[in-house]
Nanobody, 122 residues
């Protein structure tokens, strides 16, 4: 089992920045992909960003390209999501996830965190 714990959510204004972090523990793998999803009230959980095991490959949803940046620190078993130029439509619960590889993560992650709320006011 892998445990994922997200931190860094909060209430910000449109245009502000926020950084989410996720710490992995348990049976972690340094070769696993990690990423972020989000779920707005009344909507499905959607993919946001992913990064492969060594950081050489990243993938973003079109809605966040150019504004969000994903990174990881394998020594600390963490993945971060830097969110800039936030918009009210970015308001959601953000979930950390991990999977065997970046392709599997986009479709069906193996493990999920409990989520952290991000609220962007206009």
């Amino acid at each position: 089992q892998v445990q994922l714990v997200e931190t860094g959510g909060g209430l910000v204004q449109a245009g502000d920045s926020l950084r989410l972090s996720c710490a992995a523990s348990g049976r972690t793998s340094s070769t696993a992909a990690m990423g972020w999803f989000r779920q707005a009230p009344g909507k499905e959980r959607n993919f946001v960003a992913a990064i492969n095991w060594n950081g050489a490959m990243t993938n973003y949803a079109d809605s966040v390209k150019g504004r969000f940046a994903i990174s990881r620190d394998n020594a600390k078993n963490t993945v971060s999501l830097q969110m800039n130029s936030l918009k009210p439509e970015d308001t959601a619960v953000y979930y950390c996830a991990t999977a065997l590889n970046i392709f599997k993560l986009a479709g069906r992650p193996d493990y999920w965190g409990q989520g952290t709320q991000v609220t962007v006011s206009s």
